[in-house]
């Protein structure tokens, strides 16, 4: 299991995705994860440099889980 970039730009794994937003505030990049027909994105880190970045992106199931325990969450109550 991989990420993998679709043509707009997102790295895709099955039904979840990353998107990448610019802070305006800093020169970091954040990054969300959302999954098909859901329309609840969760934020998941943001980064400076690049082996910050493919460390944390190296295992998708990792982000996969910590959406779902997300939205487990939310619909507990």
């Known amino acids: 299991m991989k990420w993998i970039y679709d043509n707009k730009g997102n790295m895709v794994c099955g039904d979840y995705v990353m998107t990448d937003v610019n802070n305006s505030f800093n020169d970091k990049r954040s990054y969300w994860i959302s999954k098909k027909d859901c329309t609840i994105a969760f934020y ?13 992106m190296d295992n998708p199931q990792v982000w996969i889980d910590y959406f779902e325990n997300r939205m487990e969450r939310l619909y507990e109550n």
């Not at 880190?45 to 690049?50: A, E, G, H, K, L």
């Open 44 to 56: 998941c880190f943001s980064y400076i440099s690049d082996e910050d970045f493919f460390k944390q």
